[in-house]
């Protein structure tokens, strides 16, 4: 143990006492185990605007965020706006029957698909969402988690 | 308004990947004894809906995540953020772990990433300002509350960090987490050469004893080194 292990050592000391991990956080980590479930098949992320170019792409007024997830048999298109501090999504299917729901940590909620495979989804929460929707074999799909 | 339904799906994206041959320098102590082997079942465990071994889990590497995110000088509200989505990564990718021993280092690379994404969030209404994004992070974070701190020469010690690199901050912040972390686990939350923390915490260290033995620099409150380590 040397000077500076001690001193690190005394920092980490410091960081706990004054900017440790709260405890709300640990009850949503806790919990976070509940959103795993068995049954699906997941449909790959295969582009993000905001990681493709490090930025939104511009809408007409505000900035968009394009998302494509894909399986051997489904796609999904996302477009996501954020409108008064929450998202808005906007969606094209392929390969899917029946709805789309979205999901957040907190719930879910259904919408349909018209005939052409567009959906939307409005005033979900900023912070992250998923959606689950029904390939035409009936096999369940779930993209992966959406961070705002 | 959601409608509360039970969620069910899984899913999965690129995930991280923790380079191969990385030694978890130093070597510590805790790590001796099977953490690998441990990891994988309680992984394994926890994919079959174990809460208890999601517990360990999550007390285990909370303190990593949480540090990372405030090496990222998010604050509280986005660091817990950062902090859930790396583990609702970690859900979606349970059973899909390919090195339990390096579980670790996924959890600070997915971490890295949700707090970059979390500050490219912040800087949406400024377009162009993602490329500074490291070099001019908010200034909320870290908290300047030493009023906890009994000791006054550890609250000299805290409200000196601030007047370091940013670079040192964040490196500093992620070596303070509890428990302490490996190197390569430092690494690759940091995005950096796993040769180059050793060193680089040396002159950090270094820095921070020069900052706060002297009365002057402390008193006038400027940032000194902001282009080196």
Redesign the interface.
């Known amino acids: 143990m040397n000077a ?1 292990d001690d ?2 050592d ?13 405890g ?3 009850e ?3 919990a ?2 509940s ?6 098949e ?4 295969v582009s993000d605007s ?1 990681v493709d170019a ?3 792409v ?1 809408g007409a007024d505000e ?1 968009v965020r394009l998302l494509s997830f894909e399986t051997a048999e489904v796609s999904i298109e996302l477009q996501v706006r ?1 409108v008064d501090g929450r998202m808005a999504v906007r969606g094209l299917v392929a390969g899917v029957v029946g709805e789309v729901r979205a ?8 919408v349909p698909v018209d005939a052409d495979g567009w959906f939307h989804v409005d005033d979900l929460p900023p ?2 969402f ?1 959606l ?1 929707a029904r390939a035409l074999d009936g096999t ?6 959406v ?2 | 308004m959601l409608a509360k339904e039970k969620p069910c799906s899984l899913s999965h994206e690129s995930h991280p990947v923790i380079p191969s041959g990385w030694l978890g320098a130093p070597v510590r102590l805790w790590w001796a004894g099977g953490m690998s082997e441990d990891n994988a079942r309680l992984l394994a465990a926890a994919a079959t809906g174990d809460q208890s071994a999601w517990t360990v889990l999550v007390d285990r590497h909370l303190g990593l995540l949480w540090s990372i995110a405030r090496g990222y000088r998010l604050n509280t509200a986005d660091a817990s953020d950062a902090v859930q989505n790396t583990w609702l990564r970690l859900v979606e990718h349970l059973d899909r772990i390919n090195e339990p021993e390096r579980l670790a280092s996924w959890l600070a690379t997915t971490a890295r990433r949700e707090c970059l994404h979390v500050l490219r969030r912040g800087t949406r209404e400024k377009p162009g300002a993602a490329a500074e994004l490291l070099e001019h992070l908010p200034d909320s974070a870290p908290s300047l509350d030493t009023g906890l701190l009994l000791d006054e020469r550890d609250a000299a010690l805290w409200r000196a960090l601030v007047m370091l690199s940013e670079r040192c901050q964040r490196l500093l912040r992620v070596l303070m987490a509890s428990p302490p972390p490996s190197y390569a686990e430092v690494a690759t939350a940091l995005d950096m050469p796993i040769g180059s923390i050793g060193p680089s915490r040396q002159r950090c260290l270094d820095r921070l004893r020069q900052v706060t033995g002297t009365d002057e620099v402390l008193s006038r409150g400027t940032s000194i080194g902001e282009e080196e380590w």
Do not use: N
Request: proline share 7%; with cysteine.
């Open positions: 500076d001193m690190v005394r920092l980490r000391r410091i960081a706990l006492e004054v900017d440790g991990p709260p709300l956080m640990r949503s980590a806790l976070a185990l959103l795993r479930c068995l049954d699906g997941l449909v790959r992320l905001a490090g930025m939104q511009r900035p954020e999901e957040t940590p907190q719930g879910s909620r259904t912070e992250v998923r689950h369940a799909v779930t993209t992966s988690w961070t705002g």
